[in-house]
Structure formats: structure tokens, C-alpha cells
């Protein structure tokens, strides 16, 4: 069993940063890719970025590559988004989610556990 608890969104400018914060307890975390996606109102969940087990990989969605980063610290049982160079469109809840494997994936159904969430808003 994971628990995923995200923490860091809100409200910026465009072109701002911000950093999201998924902190995760359970025993298993260290050895599962971990995976962000967001769900903006009126449009389907999609991927955003995962990163291996190890942190030796990552991937990207096309709309965000080179401008988030995905990072873990397993010592600290938590994944990081960062969000740079931000626009109106990156607006979304953002999730992050614990995969079954240790590979990245940019599928959701590859992911066992979720978070609740957490709100990020872009103002043009």
C-alpha cells in the first residue's frame, strides 16, 4: 500500500515556477516509478512526466519538455515537479501516482496508487 500526498500548488504568473511536493509512505516507494499527470476542467487526465525507480530516467510529454523536471529523493520518500516557464494552459490539478513497475510510464493504467491532487493555476 502507498499513500501519495501532493502539496505546493497555487496561483502564479505566466511565465513563473513553481515546484509540487509528493510526499509518499509505504514500503514499497523506492522500488516504483513515479508519474505526475494533470486533469484540466473539461478535457481528459493526461501525462506529464514519470521517472524511474532509481531516478536514472525520465519522460516527458511533448507540452512540457524542457520546462518541467521530475525529480525523486528515496531517502526522503517524495517526487518533485518542477514547473518552469509556466502558461495559461499548464493550468490543471496535478496527481501523482505510483507505478506497479520500476520502468517510466506514460500510461495512467499502469499506476496503482494516486494522490489527491493539488491546484495549479496560470494567470495570463
Known amino acids: 500500500q502507498v499513500q501519495l500526498v501532493e502539496s505546493g500548488g497555487g496561483l502564479v504568473q505566466a511565465g513563473g515556477s513553481l515546484r509540487l511536493s509528493c510526499a509518499a509512505s509505504?514500503?514499497?516507494?523506492?522500488?516504483?516509478?513515479m508519474g505526475w499527470f494533470r486533469q484540466a476542467p473539461g478535457k481528459e487526465r493526461e501525462f506529464v512526466g514519470a521517472i524511474s525507480w532509481s531516478g536514472s530516467s525520465t519522460y516527458y510529454a511533448d507540452s512540457v519538455k524542457g520546462r518541467f523536471t521530475v525529480s525523486r529523493d528515496n531517502a526522503k520518500n517524495t517526487v518533485y515537479l518542477q514547473m518552469n516557464s509556466l502558461k495559461p494552459e499548464d493550468t490543471a490539478v496535478y496527481y501523482c501516482a505510483a507505478a506497479a513497475g520500476w520502468t517510466v510510464q506514460p500510461i495512467g493504467n499502469k499506476y496503482d496508487y494516486w494522490g489527491q491532487g493539488t491546484q495549479v493555476t496560470v494567470s495570463s
Open positions: 509505504g514500503p514499497t516507494f523506492s522500488s516504483r516509478a
